[in-house]
């Protein structure tokens, strides 16, 4: 009996029928009879009967849906968010319901989302225009662009300390090649400058137009002349490399979505590869960066037929880079330093009253006096808005404060002052158990122990030995085991050759040869 059915179907009490199984009923009924059609069908004859009767479709039956409870918004949609959304049109809806809310207090709670629904139905309907992204088609070698990110989220550390850090991004759309450079200050143009170059001389060629966003960080907080010289500086940087210069409208990221977008996959790539190193811990920023350039170089790996392809296609470079860093003019002052981007630098104190031309870069800082450079310093950062930043070598000043060791009180950067933690815990330790101007006294001492003897990570680590036995360094048993050893120096015997030997040399004729038996060798 099964079998007669077709496909197997056997009519279920209490299974809708559906309007596939009307019309097939219908069709059948031409030639069978009800009992026959229905079995085609798959229905009833109780049913084939009643559709005999009524030969509409189920779904011609269907009666709309009616509300089985009152609209809670029925009062006040129309007279009070309506005008609001027309007011204005940027209105979260969560804002509209906190104040539907306290326009009405005796509204429930459950109201957001047929709130927010009804709102997004209606602004489909009578809402204003919205932006349309158009997608692009990039040709090889026009284009290449420029972001920077913050990396913050990955929670990186350099030798145990947290690395607050962002990532200069360059990106070629075409072929998908990409570059970052770590920044360890803010967006500026310094940083713009460093990282493009790096990236296109890593790459061998220049797109014909560079793209970057608006700069909006590095234009904050900078008057009206300083930032048409920035523009001006970047507009320099551009037709140093025949690059034609762009930026995105302020605010519209969209419009540098190329790269934007790729921040996203970036960062991806960097957190799975920092969980299978097993460890986000570096000991140095060398190492992280070598780290970054690894991470890229194996995505470029993947592109690099297309990167072929753009790069025959990309402007040649100049004979040399532009310049990366921002020259800046100091004086030397009596402080034995000076002062540059409210961060505060040591040099050594010969250099008191000369000026100095500092060259600014993300990381560091070159000093030139005339054209000789003198030295390169690590680039501070301000400790906040109201406080200045210091980088302090020990070793410009402790021949000063040898001689007036009782500054080290209350001196400014005293806490920069010390190369390593070991000495301030020590000079904490020493000031708890003696006078002010001893510890002062003792701990300049150590410093110049560290200074003279070469010896700053061994006397720490002395040092550290004291501090867990919480005892006081012994400046005598120290300089004794710090002191340069006497070594024995081998005896050189030099034999000496008699002034007449190189009289006979002399004397000898160009075309003869002396020999060396009448060199008296």
């Known amino acids: 009996m099964l079998g007669f059915f077709p496909r197997g179907e056997v009519p279920v009490p209490g299974r809708h029928i559906n309007d596939h199984q009307v019309r097939l009923f219908m069709n059948s009924r031409r030639q069978f009879s009800i009992a026959a059609s229905a079995a085609k069908a798959a229905i009833s004859v109780a049913s084939a009967y009643r559709l005999e009767r009524d030969r509409r479709l189920p779904s011609e039956k269907t009666v709309p849906r009616s509300r089985r409870r009152p609209d809670p918004l029925a009062d006040i949609f129309d007279t009070e968010v309506v005008p609001l959304l027309h007011a204005s049109p940027g209105l979260r809806p969560i804002a509209i319901y906190a104040e539907m809310r306290r326009r009405h207090p005796d509204l429930p709670e459950g109201i957001r989302r047929t709130l927010e629904r009804r709102i997004r139905s209606w602004r489909a309907l009578h809402g204003p225009e919205r932006d349309v992204i158009f997608r692009q088609e990039h040709e090889p070698g026009r284009i290449g662009l420029s972001d920077f990110t913050v990396m913050d989220d990955l929670a990186v550390t350099v030798a145990g300390e947290a690395l607050s850090h962002r990532l200069y991004h360059f990106r070629l759309p075409f072929s998908g090649y990409e570059h970052a450079h770590v920044i360890l200050g803010g967006e500026s143009f310094v ?11 890593a790459l061998g060629g220049a797109p014909g137009e560079h793209r970057t966003d608006s700069l909006s960080a590095a234009f904050r907080n900078l008057d009206a002349p300083m930032r048409e010289d920035l523009t001006r500086r970047y507009e320099a940087l551009c037709a140093h490399y025949g690059m034609t210069p762009s930026r995105n409208n302020p605010g519209e990221a969209h419009e540098n979505g190329s790269i934007e977008s790729a ?10 590869a920092l969980l299978l190193r097993g460890n986000r811990d570096f000991p140095t920023i060398a190492d992280y960066r070598r780290f970054i350039d690894e991470n890229a170089a194996r995505h470029n790996a993947h592109h690099a037929k297309r990167i072929d392809v753009e790069r025959a296609t990309l402007l040649k470079l100049p004979a040399r880079r532009s310049g990366d860093g921002e020259d800046h003019v100091v004086t030397v002052t009596s402080a034995g330093g000076f002062t540059l981007k409210r961060v505060f630098y ?5 250099l008191i009253g000369h000026r100095l031309r500092a060259r600014l870069f993300d990381d560091r800082l070159d000093l030139f006096l005339g054209g000789t450079l003198l030295m390169t310093l690590p680039r501070g950062r301000p400790k906040s808005h109201d406080k200045h930043g ?6 410009h000043v402790i021949h000063a404060l040898r001689r007036k060791p009782a500054a080290l ?19 904490e330790l020493l000031c708890g158990k003696l006078a002010e101007r001893q510890a002062c006294k003792i701990t300049v001492a150590l410093l110049v122990l560290a200074h003279e003897h070469a010896c700053e990570a061994e006397l720490a680590q002395a040092l550290d030995d004291d501090l867990r036995a919480k005892r006081l360094p012994d400046l005598d048993i120290l300089r004794a085991r710090f002191a340069p050893r006497s070594a024995s120096l081998p005896d050189v015997h030099v034999r000496t050759v008699p ?9 000898t004729p160009a075309t003869g040869t002396a020999t060396a038996a009448e060199c008296g060798a």
């Not at 940083?191 to 001389?201: C, D, F, P």
């Not at 040591?346 to 010969?350: D, E, I, L, N, Q």
């Open 263 to 272: 921040h996203g996959h970036f960062k991806s790539r960097l957190a799975d």
């Open 409 to 427: 009180a209350r001196l400014v950067y005293r806490d920069q002052l010390f190369p390593r933690e070991a000495y301030r815990r020590m000079f």
């Open 346 to 350: 040591t040099v050594p104190s010969r």
């Open 390 to 395: 210091h980088v302090v070598d020990y070793r």
């Open 191 to 201: 940083a713009l400058a460093e990282g493009m170059q790096n990236a296109l001389w």
């Open 499 to 507: 002034l007449a030997d190189y009289q006979l040399l002399l004397d």
